[in-house]
T-cell receptor
Framework: AQSVAQPEDQVNVAEGNPLTVKCTYSVSGNPYLFWYVQYPNRGLQFLLK??????LVKGSYGFEAEFNKSQTSFHLKKPSALVSDSALYFCAVRGFSGGYQKVTFGIGTKLQVIP | DAGVTQSPTHLIKTRGQQVTLRCSPKSGHDTVSWYQQALGQGPQFIFQ???????QRGNFPDRFSGHQFPNYSSELNVNALLLGDSALYLC?????????????FGNGTRLTVT
C-alpha cells in the first residue's frame, strides 16, 4: 500500500528566511510525487511535481522540491519565505492499483511565516 | 476555461438523511476522484470514476456511492448520514490518459451533519 508521511504538524519560519517542509513516501514502482497548497475554505492547488529526471524540481510561487530516492523523501523548499506563503501544504504520491492510478495525500503541514 | 466546480458550497443535514454532492470536471478532463477531508486531516480517497464506472475505491463503507455521467460530471451520494461524515468533500479531475498530470481540485462542499 502506498503512503505519505509529513512528520511536522506545523513549521514556523521568519519572513525572508528559507523554509523546508518535509515529506517521505512509500510506493511500489517509480514514484510520482506532488506538492499541493490549501488556503482556508479552498480546494488544493498544485505547486509542483516530480516524475523523472532532475532531482530538484521547480514549481509555482518560487517553491522547489528535492527528490531523494535513497531516503524516499521529497522535501518542499523555498529560499525566502513570504507572509503570503502561510497555508496548509500537502505532499502526495501517485501509484497504481488494478491498472488505475490512485493519489494518496499526507496529513498536511501548516506553514506559518512570521513577519 | 472553467476549472473544477462543485455544488453546493455548504450543506447542513441531519443524522440518517441522505445527501448528493455534484462536481463538474475541468474542461478536457475525463476522470473524477472524490476525497473526504475531515478537520485537521489530509484528503482521504473515497473513489475514482472513469468512463462512467467506479475504478478505484478507498476504505469507505457502501453508504458512499457515486455516479459519472456521459459529460464526465459526477455525483457523490452518502446515505444514512452519521455525525462523523461531517467534512469538506473535494472533487478532483484529471485527464485519464496520462498519469503525470496533477489533480485539479474544486473548492469543495462543506457538509455538516447534526
Amino acid at each position: 500500500a502506498q503512503s505519505v508521511a509529513q512528520p511536522e504538524d506545523q513549521v514556523n519560519v521568519a519572513e525572508g528566511n528559507p523554509l523546508t517542509v518535509k515529506c517521505t513516501y512509500s510506493v511500489s514502482g517509480n514514484p510520482y510525487l506532488f506538492w499541493y497548497v490549501q488556503y482556508p475554505n479552498r480546494g488544493l492547488q498544485f505547486l509542483l511535481k516530480y516524475i523523472t529526471g532532475d532531482n530538484l524540481v521547480k514549481g509555482s510561487y518560487g517553491f522547489e522540491a528535492e527528490f531523494n530516492k535513497s531516503q524516499t523523501s521529497f522535501h518542499l523548499k523555498k529560499p525566502s519565505a513570504l507572509v503570503s506563503d502561510s497555508a496548509l501544504y500537502f505532499c502526495a504520491v501517485r501509484g497504481f492499483s488494478g491498472g488505475y492510478q490512485k493519489v494518496t495525500f499526507g496529513i498536511g503541514t501548516k506553514l506559518q511565516v512570521i513577519p | 476555461d472553467a476549472g473544477v466546480t462543485q455544488s453546493p458550497t455548504h450543506l447542513i443535514k441531519t443524522r440518517g438523511q441522505q445527501v448528493t454532492l455534484r462536481c463538474s470536471p475541468k474542461s478536457g478532463h475525463d476522470t473524477v476522484s472524490w476525497y473526504q477531508q475531515a478537520l485537521g486531516q489530509g484528503p482521504q480517497f473515497i473513489f475514482q470514476y472513469y468512463e462512467e464506472e467506479e475504478r478505484q475505491r478507498g476504505n469507505f463503507p457502501d453508504r458512499f456511492s457515486g455516479h459519472q455521467f456521459p459529460n464526465y460530471s459526477s455525483e457523490l451520494n452518502v446515505n444514512a448520514l452519521l455525525l462523523g461524515d461531517s467534512a469538506l468533500y473535494l472533487c478532483a479531475s484529471s485527464p485519464g490518459s496520462t498519469t503525470s498530470s496533477p489533480l485539479h481540485f474544486g473548492n469543495g462542499t462543506r457538509l455538516t451533519v447534526t
